[in-house]
Each structure stands twice: as C-alpha cells, then as structure tokens.
C-alpha cells in the first residue's frame, strides 16, 4: 500500500512540475563556420566541414528530443537564396550531399520565392530547418528577412520540439545578408560579431566533444562570425582568442532572452527527492494521528 502510495504521488508531483511541462525541447546548433560552402569546395578540410554540417543535424534530428522526428517527419527544410552563385560562393546543396544527405529525400531546399509557405510546413512536413550560409553559400537578404519576419512561427516550431541549425552569416563585401542577421532567433542578433578569419587555433569544449566533433574539424578552412554573448546556449567552440564560433543547446526559447536549458539529471533527481520527502513526512503524520 505504502509502495503504491508512493509512486502516485511521486507521479504527480513529477508530471506538476514544471521541469516536465513540456517532454520535448528545441533544438538550436548556431556556428560562424560556413560548411555548406567547404563541405563540397574544400579549401582545405572537407572532411572536417562535413562532420560538423553531420554533427549539427544529428543533434537538431535527435528523436529524444525532436517530437517530430520521433513521430516519424524525416525531411529537413533547407534554405538558401535561389541565384547563381558569385564569385567566392557556391550552392550550398552541393554542401548537404557531400555531407551525405539526398535531396527530396533528407532534405528540400527552398528560396525567398516560396519560403514562407514553406515554414508554414515545418513541423507538419519538416522536422528541423537548416539556413545556409550567406558566404560562402548563397543566402540573400531576400531570404533573411523573411525568415525574420517568422520568427515567432520558427520559435513556436522550437518549443513544440522542432530543431533548427543556421551557418555562417556575414554582411557585405563577404556575405550576400546584410541586417538582421540570425534575426530568425531574435535573442541572438545583437550577439553577432562579423570576423572572416581563417581557421587555426580553434578549440573544442568538453560539451562540444560531446557532439562527436574533433579539433581537426573545426580548423584548416575560414570562418565568418562570432558571437558575444550565448542567449542561454552552450559553447561549442572558440577560436584562439577565446571568441565564441559555435553555440548548441536544448531547452525552451523565449524570443527575448534566449533558451532556457532542459533540466539536467541532478535537476530531476533533486525532484524525486523532494516528492519522497513529501512523501514520508505525509505518512508520518498520518501515522502520528492513527496512533492518537
């Protein structure tokens, strides 16, 4: 009886509270790399451009946390600017299949003509978007600000357990944008730093190992930004002067502020603990009182 006593209660103060609120969280991988571009052009590290364009997807895909690609929505909505790409820039597809993913199949890519119809889908035919770069892939202003002007859908699609993975964005004479970069995640834009730098010194964090990311990956190419603030996400990398490349995490987001971390383990062990506290003070008395 005790037994049975205890794990209902334990059950509902568990699922009241509001670590449990909601079971899925968003997903959000952010780099100043631009591995659309040197996945498929090289220059010099292919390889390494490839696992982290892999890494990235795996973490916004993962079902444990992804509620669409738990229930089975597989593609990815991939969007980058529909022209030829300039000097300096490729098509940022050539970048996904060499990565390993199959057009119409892992992912589709769509462009300011039909991209806002598209985000209308995300959740119902996407499980995660993937911006490109604006160098050296293909994203325009074009499709920046139609991207912004969704964030509130894009952040609704995140809370309701959808990922998102956005590359390099960098203003001109460089990128294609040039406002209201990362504007699709509002608490982000303020954070962006433009720096083309090539890629030598850069380091891991023990979080971003975690990813199954190496050094060697995220050197010997060039990056295009920073970030100098996090808006609640975790570090995945910095370059030589401790600047921030690459930000991950999981978690609600608020438009404002930012991400709000997933509980961790301790987090939910403090939980069940306080419910057995609870618990066998409420027996005690009980107890107390039959013996009165």
Known sequence: ??????????????LSSPFFANCWAGSIFLTGHDPDYHAFA??????????????????????????????GIHPLLFVEGGI??????VDGENGLIASGYSPGIDFETHNASDLSEQISLLGIKYSGIVVGSDFGGINTQSE????????????????SGG??????????????????????????????VPLNQPEAGNALTPFGITLGLSNSDINGNFSHNVFDST????????D?????????????INAETGLVPEPSSSDLL??????VFYFCRMHAKKSARRRV
């Open 163 to 192: 990922g998102l993975y956005a590359m390099a964005e960098t203003p001109p004479p460089d990128g294609l944008a040039s406002s209201g970069l990362f504007g699709f995640l509002p608490f982000m834009v303020s954070s962006v």
């Open 240 to 252: 030589p002067a401790g600047e921030i490349l690459t930000l991950a995490g999981r978690g609600e």
């Open 231 to 238: 808006g609640g996400l975790s570090v995945v990398a910095t």
């Open 84 to 89: 030829a790409p300039p000097g300096g820039h």
């Open 270 to 275: 403090i939980v069940g603990m306080i419910g």
């Open 42 to 71: 090289g220059f010099d590290n292919s390889a390494g451009a490839q696992h982290i364009n892999q890494a990235a997807i795996n973490f916004i895909l993962d079902p444990t946390s992804n509620s669409y690609a738990a229930s």
């Open 144 to 159: 920046l600000d139609l991207l912004n002007s969704r964030n509130s859908d894009i952040i609704s699609f995140l809370n």
């Open 1 to 14: 009886m005790v037994n049975r006593l205890l794990i209902r209660l334990l059950s509902a103060f568990i």
